[in-house]
């Protein structure tokens, strides 16, 4: 990094001491892994915002382990420690250990500098990636949904456990999806998007057009603020891509089918679909195309649901639809895909079209 940068870190930069990791773990942040050696302490000069810290051991025959991670908003000039528990191969986080000893890590953590490396930010091109992917996502969303430290889990429920079902059931992918203890995204289902106590006219309007829906929870969620729903969506999407975690793949699903159903929001708030379709477009970008095709795109979900917000698109929207424009161009080029023009008049089963290449 130039050395304006290295200074400014310097100053405003986060550490995480990360203490008593085994030798050939595999550790990583954000977009940057590494198989750590022995006199490993953790990381510095953390630019301040969000990052998703993981792990994962490695057996003696070389096998590597599930890769367990937490998601940190990391303040400015923040130290924070944890300390590697090979019981469970897993962190201790600050609550599990002695307080006065954490704050002697902290008050001397220029002791563990020469053993600490620094965020890689050369080139940068990784770290304006994952601040393009989760720019919305605050530090009080971050402790709403993930309220175990930011924890990651990969275990079922209890509660999902004792109300039996354990899984949820979408029908659209014909997959079961547990949903994994200590992750409170917010509850909602996009099938029943009318209000409690609507007429039967009520009911059949909101269920093709969801805008209702997606006001009440604005409303009552989100402060009236779409960039914080936005927020839990990157939040989701990240769950997914970083920790391969399904819960956080369900409810993007959810918000995805939610905001490309809503004509009447779409013509009262179109700023809102334009940032949505930036959020969305970059999400895609960071997909491996395999990762696309067998998973976000199977039974053409995204296929269907970007036909339906195109079409919602009204023609004095030149702004939105320039934005959606872009969007269609980017899928032609990326994964090859050719979604219909705006004024197309073909069934959603005729769309998208996978054009051969040689």
């Known amino acids: 990094m130039d050395q304006e940068t ?6 405003k930069g986060s550490c995480l001491l ?21 006199l490993f302490k953790g990381v510095k000069m953390i630019p301040p915002g969000l990052h998703f810290v993981y792990f994962s051991a490695t057996s003696k025959e070389g096998v590597q382990g599930i890769r367990t991670g937490f998601f940190h908003y990391f303040e400015s000039k923040e130290i924070l420690v944890r300390e590697w528990n090979p019981q469970t191969e897993d962190l201790r986080d600050e609550t599990e250990l002695d307080p006065d000893q954490v704050e002697r890590y902290k008050i001397n953590i220029r002791d563990f500098d020469r053993n600490m490396g620094p965020y890689p930010l050369d080139p940068p091109i990784f770290y304006d990636r994952w601040r393009k992917l989760t720019n919305y996502i605050t530090s009080g969303l971050v402790r709403r949904v993930l309220p175990n430290n930011g924890k990651v889990s990969h275990l079922p429920s209890q509660t999902m456990q004792e109300e039996d079902p354990l899984t949820v059931k979408d029908k659209r992918l014909g997959k079961s999806v547990e949903k994994e203890e200590g992750m409170e995204f917010t509850l909602f289902d996009v099938r029943q998007s009318f209000p409690e106590g609507a007429t039967g006219d009520e009911v059949t309007r909101w269920s093709l ?15 009236n603020s779409h960039k914080v729903m936005l927020g839990e969506i990157q939040l989701a999407f990240v769950c997914l891509l970083m920790a391969q975690n399904f819960s956080g793949f369900n409810q993007w699903k959810q918000f995805v089918h939610l905001l490309c159903s809503c004509p009447d929001l779409m013509e009262s708030d179109p700023n809102l679909f334009i940032d949505f379709i930036d959020v969305l477009q970059i999400q895609l970008d960071e997909c491996p195309e395999d990762f696309f095709r067998d998973i976000l795109s199977e039974n053409n979900f995204v296929a269907h649901m970007l036909q339906n917000l195109g079409r919602d698109i009204l023609p004095q929207q030149e702004g939105l639809k320039a934005r959606f424009d872009k969007l269609r161009l980017f899928l032609s080029h990326r994964f090859k895909w050719d979604l219909p023009e705006l004024d197309d008049d073909e069934d959603d089963e005729d769309a998208p079209v996978v054009v051969e290449m040689d």
């Not at 290295?6 to 100053?11: H, P, R, T």
């Not at 773990?25 to 022995?38: H, K, M, Q, R, S």
């Open 209 to 223: 057009d969801k805008s209702w829906l997606a006001r009440d929870l604005l409303r009552r969620v989100y402060g």
């Open 18 to 38: 990360f203490l008593n990791a085994p030798p050939n773990l595999e550790f990583g942040i954000d977009y940057n892994a590494w198989t750590i050696g022995p």
């Open 6 to 11: 290295a200074n400014v870190l310097f100053e």
